[in-house]
């Protein structure tokens, strides 16, 4: 396992009106966030939040390539992000669901306190299998085959890939002492991102290679 | 972090404790059990709410030492609320520095409120002013720094200290209004309600009248000689002779200041010192010794003088003499005078102060306890009596969240 402390490349907000970001997620050009009542997109070149849709968003936000998908108490929202309209919803694996991630036509769902990912069918909710962490994990996200997840246990926080058969730890990136990780995504390339909880903060972090 | 617990926080935040149980009603984790125990004493279980938070504080982590804080934050603050002052102080105060090493001023600076409230409720004013001191209430948000501004202005009404408790209360108002706590709003306008309340009753010239906790302030600026009956002492505006501790010499300088300019004959202020209903020659030699004694105490303030049938009161320099009586006169009223500075007495010494047996104190103490005159905490040794709190008591709760790195 390699262990490297975590090289955060730019921080955006806090963003008035949002308190907390929960969920991340990233469409190619916008950042994603959920605030609670919202959810928010933000232009990682500007770092001005661009637009936002009045949905409920408590936890993990994903996108699909089409749809963004939000945790919101008991369930999954399915959002068009053109028009903000929740298109289904789906139960969430139940109690305590944090970060949401979408790859290769099925949703991954970190529960926070149970340690544990579970892969979902994105149209039932049907739990298809679950690999289990040594942390309470926070936010989720694939990159090029690779699964990685964000850890937040008191103030202690990392972001670390694992293996996705074994749950074995491939890597840990450990963040400074009390700045947390609450949501995560991939930006497809050399970055992640990372919402900071209730310091109201996105923060872009580096992706070793 | 977890979806239900944020929407739960999130109602409970906005003032619907049933919406937040709904969320996480079935869970037992600790965050869950915290959120269950902040909704149920918001909505008045206090006893469940004391039970779920204990239990939340163990089922945090050894990581989630700032959540396990913010618990036993919210645990202090439900006792004290419930009155109960059996409750750790020393847990409190470690909670406070954990949240303060781990930047959570906001919860700190609460802590540290709650800290001073047990204080003044336990009657230790000069600890509770102490700490108020090393308390910045500006990272507070609206509805703490509200309860905040009432602990200031209970001290000032204490200490007779009007314009500053005006002051704090007007600060009160406006943060319980930005706060937008209807109950909060309500506390604060109770308290102020002290300020235009008599606080005790004033005789002058054989005429009485009401007089307002201001007016008790500044009576002796006005130049009059006060005899105080809420407090046993004797004083114009220079010098204060304490006379809580002589029941007898107050009791015959309270029956001259109130006949003054005329004076008291023998056999009333026998009747009114000694209890005596009919004055014979010991009761008359027992009086002159007495009045002998009131003389010397009061010597700088005040002469009595001898008249033909008694005795009267003529002051040095004050050109008015005025005394001063609660609005409703009590039962036991030297143990009330004792209480009334607002401190905490052990029953042993107030005895000793009253000159008066354990027994008859102790005796004293329980009917004015079930009157509802007086209040006690401690149990054996340990226990001491004060007055019920004034003002400046917020019965309603702020509870701290208690989110993991929420």
Redesign the interface.
Known sequence: MKRSAAEILREYGPFPGAE?V?GVSFDGRHVWFAS??KLNALDPASGETVRSIDV?A???TAFDGEHLFQ????RIQKIDPKTGRVLATIP?PG????GLAWAEGTLWVGQ??DRKIHQIDPETGAILRTIESSR?V?GVTWVDGELWHAT??????DVRQIDPETGEVLEVLAMPA?V?V?GLESDGGDQFFCGG??SGKVRAIRRPR | ???????AA?ALAAGDPLGALK?VAL?D???ALALRGIAMAQIGDLVRATALLKSAARAF???????RARCVVAEAEIALVSRDLTWPAKALDAARATLEA??DRINAAHARNVEVRRLLLIGRLDEAERMLATLDAAPLPPASRAAHELVVAGIAIRRLQTKSAREALTRARHAASEADIPALMAEVERASRLLITPAARLIARGEQRPLLLEEIEALPASGALVVDACRNIVRDARLAVPLATRPVLFALARALGEAWPGDVPRGVLIARAFRGKHADESHRARLRVEIGRLRAEIRTLADVKATKRGFALAPRRACEIAVLVPPVEEQHPAVLAFLADGESWSSSALAIALGASPRTVQRALEQLAAAGKVQSYGRGRARRWMTPPVPGFPTILLLPGAL???
Not at chain 1, 71 to 74: G, H, L, V
Not at chain 2, 1 to 7: F, K, N, R
């Open positions: 907390q929960h609670g009542d409920a408590h936890a993990g945790i919101a108490e008991d969430a109690g305590g669901d944090s926070y306190r309470f926070t937040w246990e008191g103030d202690e926080s009390d947390g609450s909880g209730s | 972090m977890d979806s239900l617990i944020t929407a999130r969320r869970r984790d600790a965050p982590g050894r990581k989630e030492a700032v959540a781990h930047g993991p790195g929420d």
